[in-house]
């Protein structure tokens, strides 16, 4: 039972471009989701994360958009920037603390010089 | 400062064995968490401590896993007779545990080989 998924293994953009990262899930309980980066052989590294009560957090280059209804979520990152290749992943959880954080799969982006 | 470290960084055990692998949190966080993730996957959640205590251990697959935090902050995570589904890398993550932010911070993991 995957409650959290994202359904593009891979996604490729030209440097400069807006690079769009998208994650579904089913559980109506989740009201806290967060955007991590992972590098090859490192941990993941927390980018941004957005409360269900909101359906818009930007920090700088980061952007993360909320549409309860849908029960989607997307990341954008803009401009994209080579550095920013990595494996990104959704999580939500069901408590604002001290709660397990539900993955998806994971999306691979490659930004190209 | 530091970091969420975790020992060793790589891990190759014979079916069987069993193995500890040890977690270092930031100093002060007092919410610890085990992740496992398989190649391709998220991380999937073991268990989450709470202080010394195991909060929410749901996330252990069977009783061949368990986990410690005896002081409330370096924790072991124990599997007896490593089977070869338990290879994958073994994530630790902690948070400060305080109300409205549940940003956890990893480690770079451990990464188990069970032959």
């Known amino acids: 039972d995957q409650q959290v998924k994202q359904n593009s293994p891979s996604l490729s953009v030209q440097e400069g471009r807006i690079s769009i990262l998208n994650c579904d899930y089913t559980?109506?309980?989740?009201?806290?989701f967060l955007w991590y980066k992972k590098y090859p052989a490192e941990g993941p590294t927390f980018l941004i994360s957005?409360?269900?009560?909101?359906d818009k957090n930007e920090d700088g280059r980061f952007t993360v958009f909320l549409n309860k209804s849908a029960k989607h979520l997307s990341l954008h990152i803009v401009p994209s920037q080579p550095g920013d290749s990595a494996v990104y992943f959704c999580?939500?959880?069901?408590?604002?603390?001290?709660?397990?954080?539900?993955f998806g799969e994971g999306t691979q982006l490659t930004v190209n010089p | 400062g530091a970091g969420v470290s975790q020992t060793p960084s790589n891990k190759v055990t014979e079916k069987g064995k069993y193995v500890e692998l040890r977690c270092d949190p930031i100093?002060?966080?007092?919410?610890l968490y085990w992740y496992r993730q398989s190649l391709g996957q998220g991380p999937e959640f073991l268990i989450y401590?709470?202080?010394?205590?195991?909060?929410?251990d749901s996330g252990l697959p069977n009783d061949r896993f368990f986990a410690v935090r005896p002081e409330g902050s370096v924790s072991t995570l124990k599997i007896q007779r490593t089977e070869r589904g338990d290879s994958a890398v073994y994530l630790c993550?902690?948070?400060?545990?305080?109300?409205?932010?549940?940003?956890?911070?990893f480690g770079p993991g451990t990464r188990l080989t069970v032959l």
């Open positions: 999580a939500a959880s069901t408590e604002t603390s001290g709660s397990r954080l539900t």
């Open positions: 957005i409360s269900s009560i909101k």
């Open positions: 401590f709470q202080g010394t205590g195991a909060a929410d």
């Open positions: 100093s002060g966080h007092t919410a």
């Open positions: 559980n109506s309980m989740f009201d806290y």
């Open positions: 993550a902690s948070s400060p545990g305080l109300a409205g932010n549940n940003e956890q911070f």
